[in-house]
């Protein structure tokens, strides 16, 4: 909000189309000349208030019940008016975290496509907050953002997460829901706090005092980006001197990683072809090319014409080849495939396959490629999203003001290069944002990662240990933590089934929450025994029934290790609600864990409510220590 002409306004989280909180209070603020007297009117209920020194007022409405849509007016001593219509009252969340739940419903459109075919709900609102960094001071507003309802023309924008939560909400409750997401891919947990808290950790407080340095960060900045810039454009003079080698075309299987076939550690550009024989009756015809994912970017040809680009790894390549490009007989298509870091690849296990009306053609086995000479990896350029404290600032403060019922936090990936501070600094970023939104018991659902490996090889255990911190993280009142160990992708950072972890959010909040007898909860180890070799483990459901194994044993994902610390394999059964497990190669246990991998599969324990139980370690010396209250 700005004042410059010391006139009535609104933040834009209350502007046409929001949704406001119901219960015993819902805060109205907004700006004013100084001194300035404010009248409300919204349904049967008018409040007044008067504006600060600064021109800073705020107002509560109180009992308000879910509805609308209903009008909301605004009157100054001055004779100034604001009149907010389509307002509706209902229950209303943040969305959080990094881009698992920025991820939009348009990259999953191929996997939910009834999704897109619905009518509109006007009741269902999603605000989402456009990126903005900011180190030296929170923002008081927004600098762009709005809000929209679901219709087949915004679905698409809407995150994956956010859109199938709101709408297990809608169904449930029946009341307008709003989603407020306020995500940023790459985030880190220390992006999400502020200034005070960064500067309880030495690492990130030196980061700060960089970022809040801005011509220095700025001239930094700038010159990393020029490099990278640099570097692409000697990567296109190589491409270049390449298209005339063409009598040097070796033979490879795709998909593969480009160390399968000699290319270790290449950094470069490498061209990729195959030539596909089409029927008369598909020439000139539209049509679909799917080719997974690659490291780093691409861009693609078919018969000469350029298909699509991707600048990056992530995102899936789903490219339309337009009309009058295929012919009869021999097509050909190539990729141009740019690998930066010494990790490329065609990813194993994607789709990659030629749709043209009703023929399939896959496009796994026999390829070309031709390479490059091989280059420096290219340079770093800081990922703003990074930053300790700018998405805090820019982002998420203008919303504190704002009431809402609940937090849904969906991160941690970006901070596997740091796993074992992750724990602190998550607790204490959660109890940052209840004493902002002035609520010690404000309640979190925390998604805990799921299952991934493709990237992790040389994370060592990093992700085990955030799903462990985020577990841990229930140990504050009114958290929950969701597991997804199971709707993971091996292969992909960003997993598809959206609506299974928004599900289990959504079941979580039920039970939570609104207190309602549903089971939110996978099994958890409430005791365990040791005797000699053996370990007993004893697991509660809330069910009170036993552990279900959907493939397995039950006893695959358990490891035991001794005094020398090496972990092995157990042996063992399942029985009812208890696993007993043991190792011949330990004599003498001194911790166990379960499921600490970055993808386990098979033996995975589910109560019979299909909710899965979440990784956990433990130490036998660290857990008698705390029994006798050292």
């Known amino acids: 909000m700005q004042n410059n002409e010391k006139r009535l306004m609104l933040p834009k989280l209350i502007s046409h189309g929001c949704v406001l909180q119901t219960g015993e209070k819902t805060r109205i603020w907004g700006l004013a000349a100084p001194g300035e007297g404010v009248t409300l009117r919204l349904l049967n209920q008018e409040i007044s208030c008067r504006a600060d020194g600064d021109g800073n007022w705020e107002a509560y409405f109180h009992h308000l019940q879910p509805g609308g849509p209903v009008i909301m007016e605004l009157f100054s001593q001055s004779g100034e008016t604001i009149r907010v219509t389509d307002v509706y009252l209902g229950e209303v969340f943040i969305c959080s975290g990094q881009s698992n739940m920025e991820l939009p419903m348009n990259r999953v459109k191929d996997q939910y496509p009834m999704e897109f075919e619905k009518q509109g709900d006007a009741k269902f609102r999603l605000y989402k907050v456009k990126e903005n960094y900011e180190f030296q001071a929170p923002l008081k507003d927004h600098l762009e953002a709005s809000w929209k309802e679901c219709s087949p023309e915004t679905i698409g924008e809407f995150s994956a997460v956010s859109y199938f939560f709101g709408k297990f909400m ?203 000479m091989r280059c420096e990896p290219a340079p770093g350029v800081d990922l703003m999203s990074r930053k300790p404290t700018g998405l805090y600032n820019g982002m998420l403060a203008p919303c504190f003001p704002y009431m809402i019922r609940g937090v849904l936090w969906y991160q941690g990936e970006s901070n596997d290069e740091r796993p074992d501070s992750y724990e602190e600094r998550l607790q204490q970023m959660i109890l940052l944002w209840r004493k902002k939104w002035k609520s010690d018991s404000l309640p979190f659902v925390i998604a805990q990662l799921p299952g991934f490996s493709i990237d992790l090889a040389d994370k060592g255990d990093a992700w085990p240990r955030i799903r462990q911190a985020q577990r841990k993280a229930a140990g504050l009142k009114n958290v929950a933590v969701t597991v997804n160990l199971d709707v993971g992708e091996e292969n992909d950072l960003h997993p598809l089934n959206k609506r299974e972890v928004a599900y289990r959010m959504f079941l979580a909040v039920k039970g939570m929450i609104f207190g309602e007898h549903v089971i939110y909860r996978g099994p958890w180890l409430s005791d365990f025994d040791v005797s000699g070799e053996w370990i007993t483990l004893t697991f509660e459901t809330e069910d009170k029934k036993g552990l279900v194994v959907h493939e397995g044993t039950g006893v695959e994902q358990f490891e035991i290790a001794g005094p020398d610390g090496i972990c092995h394999p157990v042996t063992g059964k399942l029985k009812d609600n208890q696993v007993l497990i043991h190792s011949n190669m330990v004599k003498q246990p001194v911790f166990f864990r379960y499921c600490w991998s970055n993808a386990p599969k098979t033996g995975l324990l589910y109560n019979e409510a299909g909710l899965p139980a979440s990784p956990f370690e433990i130490s036998l010396l660290s857990y008698r220590k705390s029994r006798s209250g050292q």
């Not at 220390?190 to 690492?203: N, R, T």
């Not at 040809?301 to 600048?311: I, P, Q």
């Open 170 to 372: 809608r169904e449930d409750r029946r009341v307008p829901i709003g989603l407020i997401n306020v995500s940023l891919g790459g985030s880190t947990v220390e992006a999400w706090m502020g200034e005070e808290e960064a500067a309880m950790y030495p690492d990130i407080k030196e980061e700060l005092d960089q970022c809040r340095n801005q011509k220095l960060f700025e001239k930094k900045l700038a010159g990393q980006i020029q490099a990278h810039e640099k570097w692409y454009e000697n990567i296109r003079d190589l491409e270049k001197a390449m298209d005339r080698n063409r009598d040097k075309w070796k033979e490879v299987t795709l998909p593969a990683f480009l160390k399968d076939f000699g290319l270790n550690d290449f950094n470069g550009v490498i061209w990729f072809r195959k030539r596909v024989m089409l029927p008369e009756q598909l020439e000139g015809k539209k049509a679909k090319l799917w080719l997974g994912t690659m490291v780093d970017s691409d861009r693609t040809y078919v018969n000469g014409v350029l298909v699509g680009e991707t600048g990056y790894q992530y995102p899936p390549r789903k490219y339309n080849i337009p009309e009058g490009v295929l012919k009869a007989g021999e097509n050909e298509i190539r990729i141009s495939l740019v690998c930066e870091h010494g990790a490329g690849r065609v990813t194993p296990g994607k789709i990659y396959t030629l749709f043209a009306e009703e023929a399939v053609i896959v496009l796994d086995g026999r390829w070309e490629y031709l390479s490059s």
